[in-house]
């Protein structure tokens, strides 16, 4: 089996990986950044981010698992003390695959540039250069609203427990294939009205956002920030690939939600 592991490099993080490599070769499995079957990401969720956009075109032929060293994540939930562990069931094979829904983002221009899509792991969120953004907002083909406030921010379920919660919306199960509206300070008076609460779109939905005043926008892709100009349209639906993780064990869903946000130390009584 071929793999290749991502480190936050920080020292610890550094450590772990120079481990768990030294560990996987004796196993005879091979180092290969260019295709491997297995990614290891050893910092955080941030770092498996950077790990999926790494290999973004390959999907389908790659499964990422996560060790964290800083604050349990959503994506990285091995612990540095775990790590003789972990690679004990890599190198017999003992995981199952489970797949996560992906955002896929598509801005398409007024000039004759070729449209730009991306994949996104956690979230896509649109802000205007200038105070406030307003955009015209499609669901399918039907005009639903104009949208005047700070901003938008579309989530994959995944990524509902991101930005998404920060800004009021619900955390989605990653089994269900959904994305997430949400708004960002909305204007809302007795001249200007949107919806006000998050919208939870299925996977045979999509939605497309018109620029109403200035056609330039920032986009964000995950963590990353670009500027687009001379924007006829921004779409947005759930993609059809799917992400991949390497599961050795069970970690319900809920449960991590409730470490990371309640409190880990509760008792169950």
């Known amino acids: ?4 592991i991502i480190s936050r490099s920080d020292d610890l993080s550094n450590r772990l990986m120079e481990e768990a490599r030294e560990y996987l070769e004796d196993f005879g499995m091979e180092w290969n950044e260019e295709s491997p079957q297995i990614v290891l990401s050893i ?21 990422f698992v996560g060790i964290h060293t800083g604050h349990l994540g959503f994506y990285a939930d091995w612990k540095p003390i775990e790590i003789e ?14 797949e996560y829904p992906l955002l ?7 000039s004759d540039q070729e449209s730009s899509t991306y994949l996104a792991l956690n979230e896509s969120t649109v802000k205007s250069p200038d105070v406030t953004l307003v955009m015209d907002v499609f669901l399918n083909d039907s005009h639903f609203e104009r949208f005047r406030g700070d901003g938008l921010c579309m989530s994959t379920p995944s990524g509902s427990t991101a930005y998404n919660k920060a800004l009021g919306g619900a955390i989605i199960h990653p089994s269900l294939p959904a994305m997430q509206l949400t708004e960002m300070a909305s204007i809302n008076n007795r001249v200007f ?16 956002l018109l620029p109403v005043k200035a056609p330039d926008f920032m986009v964000t ?3 990353f920030q670009l500027l687009h100009k001379d924007v006829e349209s921004i779409e947005y639906r759930v993609a059809k690939e799917k992400v991949r ?5 069970a970690f319900p869903f809920w449960r991590r939600v409730h470490d990371s946000f309640i409190d880990s130390e509760l008792s169950e009584d």
Not at 1 to 4: D, G, P, R
Not at 245 to 249: G, K, P, T
Request: net charge positive.
């Open 85 to 98: 562990k972990l690679v004990l069931a890599i190198a017999k094979k003992e995981f199952e695959v489970i």
């Open 43 to 63: 910092g955080g969720d941030g770092t498996l981010l950077h790990a999926f956009h790494k290999y973004s075109d390959r999907l389908d032929a790659v499964a």
């Open 1 to 4: 089996m071929k793999f290749y």
């Open 193 to 208: 009205r949107t919806v006000g609460s998050p919208l939870v779109l299925p996977s045979h939905h999509r939605c497309t």
């Open 245 to 249: 993780f390497a599961r050795f064990r």
């Open 221 to 223: 892709i995950d963590h």
């Open 104 to 110: 896929e983002v598509t801005v398409h221009y007024r």
